[in-house]
Structures are given as structure tokens and as C-alpha cells.
């Protein structure tokens, strides 16, 4: 089976439409198959979902790619769907009229579908929720039943005052809420959607009216809004743009649909981002804090390294890199004036076939031992400490002292903390070396190395250990003749 878009958009949309139906039926039974499960019930929601969303788009404009490729992703889920569970009522009543009659199949499938469902909708209460949900449509709460007598009588007495409220003479009728409006049925109010539900389409010759496209993007509600949106951003002439645009909509506003936030939540939430951007200067990055927290920072790390055999795992920049480091010869001290215990890193720069590099430019960083970065506390200490950049030898090896670093909270004082803390998490990163190494021809390593034992191994908040990346900080004792502590410690990275 070849699921390529370029080979439906030459298809005609009334034939797009009812087939999409036709795929939409069979993910709608999946959802109260006997044999169901929750695999395929997700699938079977996500496929009538984009289904419903590209439809209609469709049949405006058949020749919008992405919903054709919306489309057929939908097309693909509801098939997967059809394979897997059996079908139920809608099915057999096509398949029985359609072999009795010689009747169309995606036609008949879309005209039984909203009777074969309106059937079973009070027995399939939890498929009807999740239908609702994948249309994006609010279904009324349903009133409890009542019961007995008493409660018979109130039913008919409030629909008698009902029906005599609707007749009364100079009353507004009172609109009726649909239980449930579907995606098809918010096409038809479009003024550009045709009874039948499919699109008026504008002949070549025939000109575009600006007035009347106008009226089609205004009185949004929360069932159009983000169709409303999407259509809009589409105008995007970057198709990295109108990608990343199209994306961004429909996950915030499928955010917003999941946690429907009172217009106070809303306002905290603005408040927080404006927070989180007075944070930032020259100084402070409040907005990686935030990023690397939510593990943002990792994924887009591992996406953008999916590394061969043999390379070193990568892990976060983190917020404390300097450009331009001070080079340094092999074996200098870069801790400056910063005081406590000795360490000595030792390290060999390869391909990851093996091969030593010679020349490749290794960027080192770290913090103290109370845990402080050198641009922390630069007022104090008046220069960049514990960071420098080296080149490696004939053999790829460097090596360098400098002291040991200590875990460390991310800075915790701003909006990202106080996240932090509602959310009932410690700010700990475990004590660690960065390194940036970068040659010319090889992709650059940004990476860091943990000390093995620290107790945030398991809880650092950016996410970044991986087991790959741990080594002992050895302790040794003091030889003579150099001036240092009585015990010394070595990092040594292969
Ligand atoms: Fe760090």
C-alpha cells in the first residue's frame, strides 16, 4: 500500500469528502467495537479528528496540501482501525443496501452514518464523548434522569410551559443547543459550504470577493476558532514557517481545550511569560532555565543528535557558556583565585572510529565548589575563573587543573523557581565539567561529565545525566613536592 499525498490531489472532492466519511464510519465503530482497545480507540480518535479538520478544508480549496495530507494520515488511522476491531450496525446497513441496490459505497456510508450513530449514541455513551472530543465540539451536560411519577408530571409540565413560552405572541424564540455539532454541520453554516456540505468553489474565471471572504473569519466560537486560525497562518509563504505556525496553534489551543483556564489562570500564565523574559539580560537566561526544566532543552538535544556508535552522548549547553574562553596551554590551572580541592582533568579527543585528533579546540566550564559559575559572581572575583578553551595534542590528548566542581540549584530566584517549587521539585543539577569540543570536519560535541555517586544523578532538573557520561572524580593523595591540598582528585575522560 503506497500512502503518497501527491496522488490524491488531483481527486475530486466530493469524492474526498464522502470517502473521508467512509474512513471516519469506520473509526466511529471502532470506538464501540466489541473487540476494542485502547490503542485503537486512540487511533480511532485521532482519525476522525484530522479527518474532520481536513474535510471541509478540502472541499474549499482542493488543492491545500496539508490537509490532503491530513486527510490521508486520517484515512491511513481509520483503516488501521477497520483491520483491527470489527465493524458493527453502520457497516452491515451499508454493506447489506449497497449489495441489494448497487448503491455507491463512500456515498452510503456517509448518508447512513449520522442515523446508524444517532441510533446507538444512548448506548455508547464513553464513543460518543470521545467522538465529541475529536470534533472539538462541547456537548451539553446531560440532566439526570428523573424518575417516578412526580417526576413524570414535572416533564410534562415544563414542556407544556415550554411550548406555551415558544407561542407566546412577541416572544424571541428561544434557540434550541444542539446536543451535538459536528465538524460537517459547522461546515454547513459556512457561507461558503453548500447544503450538501460540500464547498461553493469559485469557478477560475469567477473574482474573489474580499467583502464575503470577510464575513467567512468572524464570529468565532470555541468550536472554530482554531480552524479559524489555521486557515489564516496557512498564508505563511516559509514552509518551515506555516509549518512550525500551523503546529504551534494546534497544540495551544489543544492545550487550552484540556485545561480550560479561568480568565485568572489565563492572566497568571501571561504574567508568568512576561516574568520569565524581565528575567533575561546578558547575565541570565531565565528563558533555557524554563526550557531546560520542562526537558525541552534535552528533547531538542536528542532530536538534533541522534549520535552513531561509538560518539559520546550529548547533553544540554546549559545557561553558563561563554564564548571565546581564554585559550589556555595544556596542564595551566584555569581556577584562577578560586579556592578548594585540586583536580586534574585528563582527556582524548577521537572520531568516533577511533581515530585521536589532533588540534581540536575543547571549550571546558564548570562551577565551583560551593557551586557558583565564575559570570556568577564576576562583581567578586573580578575575571572568568574554571573555564578555558585548550587544543589537543599530536595524540588528541588534553589535560588541564583546576578544582573541584560542586552540585549545584539553577538559579532559583525568578519565575522558573517558583515553578519549580509549585510543582514540588528540588532546582539540583549533580556536580559536573562541561566541554564543547568542535574540529574541523567533525560535528561539535557539547556534552558534560558527572561525578559518579552524586546524589542528584537520578533528579537533576534539566534531564541531562545519561549513564554514558559518569566517571569517578579519583581521589589521590598528595605527592611531594607540589603545593596543594593533603588529597587531589583526577577526571579522567576516554
Ligand atoms: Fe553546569
Not at 480549496?61 to 481509520?78: E, V
Not at 446507538?120 to 462541547?138: Q, W, Y
Not at 508568568?272 to 539580560?281: I, P, W
Not at 561539535?444 to 552524586?454: N, P, R
Request: charged share 25%.
Amino acid at each position: 500500500m503506497i500512502y503518497d499525498v501527491d496522488l490524491t490531489m488531483t481527486m475530486p472532492p466530493e469524492l474526498s469528502a464522502t470517502s473521508g466519511i467512509n474512513a471516519i464510519a469506520h473509526a466511529v465503530e471502532a470506538l464501540y467495537a466489541r473487540d476494542r482497545n485502547p490503542v485503537i480507540s486512540l487511533m480511532a480518535q485521532e482519525g476522525i479528528r484530522t479527518l474532520a479538520h481536513a474535510l471541509p478544508i478540502i472541499c474549499a480549496q482542493p488543492d491545500d496540501k496539508t490537509a490532503r495530507t491530513d486527510a490521508l494520515y486520517g484515512a491511513w488511522l481509520s483503516g488501521i482501525c477497520l483491520g483491527a476491531v470489527g465493524m458493527a450496525l453502520h457497516h452491515k446497513l451499508c454493506h447489506t443496501l449497497g449489495g441489494s441496490f448497487n448503491l455507491p459505497h463512500a456515498e452510503t456510508h456517509t448518508v447512513i452514518l449520522p442515523h446508524a450513530l444517532a441510533y446507538n449514541a444512548p448506548a455508547v455513551p464513553d464513543a460518543m464523548a470521545r467522538i465529541a472530543t475529536a470534533l472539538g465540539v462541547r456537548r451539553r451536560r446531560a440532566r439526570p434522569p428523573r424518575s417516578g411519577a412526580k417526576a413524570c408530571c414535572a416533564g410534562i409540565a415544563a414542556r407544556d410551559r415550554h411550548a406555551r413560552e415558544r407561542h407566546r405572541p412577541g416572544r424571541r424564540p428561544r434557540r434550541e443547543e444542539p446536543v451535538l455539532e459536528s465538524a460537517p454541520d459547522r461546515a454547513r453554516r459556512n457561507p461558503r459550504i453548500d447544503r450538501t456540505g460540500l464547498a461553493r468553489r469559485r469557478s477560475a474565471n469567477q473574482p474573489r470577493d474580499p467583502l464575503k471572504e470577510n464575513i467567512d473569519m468572524r464570529n468565532f466560537d470555541e468550536a472554530t476558532i482554531t480552524d479559524a486560525v489555521l486557515q489564516r497562518v496557512r498564508a505563511a509563504k516559509d514552509d518551515r514557517i506555516r509549518q512550525v505556525s500551523e503546529a504551534l496553534v494546534r497544540h495551544l489551543h489543544a492545550f487550552v481545550r484540556e485545561i480550560e483556564p479561568t480568565q485568572a489562570e489565563w492572566e497568571t500564565g501571561i504574567d508568568f511569560l512576561t516574568r520569565t523574559g524581565q528575567m533575561c539580560d546578558d547575565k541570565r537566561q531565565e528563558f533555557i532555565l524554563l526550557s531546560d526544566t520542562l526537558g525541552v532543552s534535552m528533547l531538542v538535544d536528542a532530536i538534533n543528535h541522534r549520535t552513531p556508535e561509538g560518539a559520546t552522548e550529548t547533553t544540554v549547553l546549559g545557561p553558563f557558556y561563554v564564548q571565546r574562553a581564554p585559550e589556555h596551554p595544556l596542564g595551566a590551572d584555569i581556577s584562577g583565585t578560586m579556592e578548594g580541592a585540586p583536580l586534574l582533568v585528563t582527556g582524548t579527543v577521537s572520531t568516533a572510529g577511533g581515530e585521536p585528533l589532533a588540534g581540536a579546540v575543547v571549550d571546558v566550564w564548570h562551577s565551583d565548589d560551593d557551586g557558583y559559575y565564575d559570570v556568577q559572581q564576576l562583581d567578586e572575583i573580578g575575571e572568568l575563573a574554571m573555564r578555558a578553551r585548550f587544543r589537543t595534542d599530536e595524540n588528541g590528548r588534553f589535560w588541564f587543573w583546576s578544582i573541584r566542581p560542586a552540585a549545584y540549584p539553577i538559579p532559583h530566584d525568578g519565575p522558573v523557581g517558583k515553578m519549580l517549587e509549585a510543582q514540588g521539585r528540588h532546582p539540583w543539577r549533580p556536580a559536573h565539567v562541561h566541554f564543547m569540543i568542535s574540529a574541523p570536519g567533525h560535528q561539535t560535541l557539547v556534552t558534560h561529565v558527572f561525578a559518579a555517586g552524586d546524589q542528584y544523578l537520578d533528579s537533576d532538573v534539566v534531564f541531562g545525566v545519561k549513564d554514558s557520561l559518569i566517571r569517578e572524580f579519583a581521589v589521590h593523595a598528595c605527592r611531594n613536592g607540589r603545593s596543594m591540598a593533603a588529597r587531589w582528585r583526577s577526571l579522567i575522560i576516554i
